[in-house]
């Protein structure tokens, strides 16, 4: 089947991305870091390397993914995910460092997320192991411009190193939430201190 390539890379990438809702947010916390995922489909292998850029809400708004697919299908694709309701045209626009700007475009859309791929090549892995760290661009259907900075700090280990276990990842993702609940908590407090703080104004 012409597209299972594709169905079989957003098999994987759909499930590295259950694990959080997703919405907008320039709040971002970067304990995700970056890691590799290994995960068999019948004869096929696909192991991806990611980033999660996450919301202080604990949804992920941005994915790095270079992921490779082989066994009864070879395939090496870099492939960015990012909100719906994305302007098409533009596409994704990726920078590392002062590099030149690349342009990526939109593989497809889902009710949560729209994909940009290009083929994933020793020439991009190299560029992103020189790295500090890497711009990618959205552009809304407002016509506004999300920019998202992701660090390249421990790419080389991840890409070079052994996937993580499942027991590892829930662990990243618990340590997570754990994480972001104490910050709700923080706001929370902060919020019902100033909601007291303007109803004494309010009696004086």
Do not use: H
């Not at 098409?88 to 690349?102: E, S």
Request: one cysteine or more; proline letters at 4%.
């Amino acid at each position: 089947m012409k597209n299972t390539p594709y169905i079989l890379t957003a098999g994987l990438l759909s499930s590295l991305l259950l694990s959080a809702g997703i919405a907008y947010s320039q709040n971002i916390n970067d304990s995700t870091g970056w890691y590799k995922a290994c995960n068999d489909q019948g004869a096929t292998k696909i192991c991806n390397v990611q980033y999660q850029a996450v919301a202080s809400t604990g949804q992920v708004i941005t994915s790095i993914n270079l992921a490779e697919v082989t066994g009864e299908i070879d395939r090496k694709v870099f492939q960015v995910t990012v909100l719906t309701d994305r302007l098409i045209p533009p596409g994704i626009v990726m920078k590392v460092d002062d590099k030149k700007p690349t342009s990526i475009p939109y593989s497809f859309c889902t009710p949560r997320i729209c994909a940009a791929e290009i083929k994933l090549d020793a020439k991009l892995v190299e560029v992103l192991r020189a790295g500090s760290k890497m711009e990618v661009t959205s552009t809304n259907f407002q016509g506004k411009a999300n920019p998202i900075i992701i660090p390249l700090e421990g790419f080389d280990a991840a890409f070079d190193g052994k996937p993580i276990t499942e027991a590892d990842l829930a662990s990243r993702q618990k340590k997570i939430e754990e994480e972001l609940l104490k910050k709700a908590d923080s706001a929370k407090t902060e919020l019902q201190k100033a909601l007291d703080a303007a109803k004494e104004q309010g009696t004086q």
